[in-house]
């Protein structure tokens, strides 16, 4: 279900976008570029290509920038793009392991094959605005520049590609082997969503789900509307290849790296069954960029689907998959903002006939 501007008005309707429009390009300052906004806002376009399901930097800056900031509207122009083009092909089965690592933490082991790998964040510091760049951005950024120069100069070589941290929990038998895929992959771009959902059809709505809102719903999960409770396996940043399936007959195609990030939660004892031993469950959460958030947070939703006994709303694929599309979400909260004339006088009509019987029954017995 989708809701989009009302017709009508065309004339009144044009000149509300040429306002909105100069209200966003009236200042003096200078207009910012897509460069700009690709360099220094990485986050924010992350996340609005995340939830557009399209990894396009330069068309997310640009749709960031009509929109004035508003992810959610950013989102929704480059999910519309993204419909309006053709298909011609589908990539390779993305091989995590081959990526090119920028951040790998895991809670759950301090010592893991390769190292911990902080890379950029802010997690471990304090929360303080930087009222520097104010008035001396320029002075600042310097400074940056010559702080990560001499920390690459004098700092220790990283490899590329790291081993997976659960791998060493399935090495001990404490976490279930790899289970085969869907044996045709749910394409939820193509078929409408189905429940009871499959899990491949149940990550892809996770990927591109508002990051807000499954923030919430993982939250409220973690908090005893639910039953998960992660620890963090893994938590990893990087850039992973993407091949096209050629028609040269030479093999795949390497088109790319996308940036990405993918994170494995190891949760409570899974329920064993005779003859078997107790284990942990997995759940899991990869999405585009660098959205640690909504990785986290689709990676518990995906271990609470699983529950086949449903005792809370964040375990119910329904409630779960059809509340955290920001995209539909917002679009169905502001369609009542278009007219309703029709709806609302017959609903007044309604109530002025219930009060007139009343008043007319009141009239009978006096």
């Known amino acids: 279900m989708g809701y989009i501007a009302v017709r009508g008005g065309e004339e009144a309707i044009t000149n509300a976008e040429t306002l909105l429009h100069y209200y966003r390009t009236r200042g003096k300052s200078a207009s910012l570029s897509t460069d700009q906004i690709r360099e220094q806002l990485p986050l924010a376009l992350d996340r609005v290509m995340g939830e557009g399901a399209l990894y396009?930097?330069?068309?997310?800056?640009?749709?960031?920038?009509?929109?004035?900031g508003d992810t959610l509207e950013a989102a929704f122009l480059l999910r519309a793009h993204r419909s309006s083009v053709s298909r011609i092909g589908a990539s390779e089965v993305v091989d995590t392991g081959k990526m090119r690592v920028r951040r790998r933490i895991s809670a759950a082991f301090k010592n893991i094959p390769g190292g911990q790998v902080l890379g950029a964040t802010a997690d471990y510091t304090h929360h303080l605005i930087r009222f520097e760049l104010l008035t001396n951005e320029a002075e600042a950024r310097e400074r940056t520049v010559r702080a990560f120069e001499d920390l690459a100069r004098d700092g220790e070589s990283v490899p590329?590609?790291?081993?997976?941290?659960?791998d060493m929990l399935r090495a001990e038998g404490l976490l279930s082997q790899k289970k085969p895929g869907d044996a045709r992959p749910y394409d939820i771009t193509l078929r409408p969503l189905e429940f009871p959902a499959p899990r491949s059809a149940r990550l892809q709505v996770l990927a591109r789900a508002e990051t807000g809102g499954m923030l919430a719903l993982a939250y409220a999960n973690m908090r005893g509307y639910g039953h998960v409770h992660p620890v963090i396996g893994e938590l990893r940043v990087g850039e992973v290849p993407l091949y096209f399936k050629g028609s040269r007959g030479n093999g795949p195609d390497l088109l790319g790296w996308v940036r990405v990030t993918e994170c494995e939660v190891v949760t409570q004892m899974e329920k064993a069954e005779a003859n078997s031993s107790a284990r942990f469950t997995l759940g899991y959460g990869l999405c585009f960029g660098h959205n640690e958030t909504k990785a986290i947070s689709m990676?518990?939703?995906?271990?609470?689907?699983?529950?086949?006994?449903?005792?809370?709303?964040?375990?119910?694929?329904?409630?779960?998959l059809l509340h955290t599309d920001g995209i539909e979400a917002s679009g169905f909260c502001l369609h009542y903002k278009l007219p309703h004339y029709v709806t609302f006088q017959a609903d007044r009509e309604q109530i002025r006939t219930v009060r007139a019987a009343a008043k007319e029954e009141e009239t009978v017995e006096g």
């Open 56 to 68: 396009a930097p330069e068309l997310a800056a640009l749709a960031f920038k009509q929109a004035a």
């Open 160 to 166: 590329d590609t790291f081993p997976k941290v659960v």
């Open 299 to 320: 990676a518990v939703l995906d271990r609470a689907l699983m529950d086949e006994e449903v005792k809370s709303p964040t375990q119910d694929q329904e409630f779960v």
